[in-house]
């Protein structure tokens, strides 16, 4: 029988005032017959899911669809378009898949993220989430079959 849970180191990485700890999974995105590898950003704080417009671009999304708003964490409003993505989750022999996530892609150039980030709408629904800040790792108990 298949593990419920996969846990994560942290993944440092440089910053102006020197190195952070951030809740990043390694994860595998596809639409149709591309896929791409990336970290993704654990994030308790995003509401929603996004992907960069280039990563949006090589998996061939449809991004002339239903589009929204969405304020960043400065407020400002930002237009995103929606697509689905297949997302995958692997560590040794445990697998687990979310097939098509609600993912939004910022539009203009300068909105930017920069990489993958996991929100609340998507990989929060299909899993218990624990975040352990002192031994600097990430925990994902799958909930749903």
């Known amino acids: 029988m298949p593990a419920s849970s996969v846990s994560f180191p942290y993944v440092a990485e440089k910053v102006e005032r020197g190195i952070a700890f951030r809740p990043k999974?390694?994860?595998?995105?596809?639409?149709d017959e591309k896929g791409l590898e990336a970290l993704g950003l654990v994030d308790s704080g995003s509401d929603v899911s996004l992907i960069?417009?280039?990563m949006a671009v090589f998996?061939?999304?449809?991004l002339s669809g239903k589009r929204s708003e969405v304020s960043d964490f400065?407020?400002?409003k930002v237009e995103m378009a929606y697509s689905f993505v297949n997302l995958k989750i692997e560590k040794g022999d445990t697998i687990f898949r979310i097939l098509q996530m609600t993912?939004?892609?910022p539009i203009k150039n300068e909105e930017q993220p920069d990489g993958v980030i996991l929100g609340r709408d998507g990989i929060f629904r299909e899993f218990n989430i624990t975040f352990?800040?002192?031994s600097r790792r990430i925990v994902l108990q799958k909930v749903r079959a």
């Open 59 to 62: 998996l061939g999304l449809d």
């Open 132 to 134: 352990e800040e002192n």
């Open 25 to 31: 999974t390694p994860i595998t995105l596809s639409h």
């Open 74 to 76: 400065h407020k400002k």
């Open 52 to 54: 960069p417009l280039e």
């Open 103 to 105: 993912i939004r892609i």
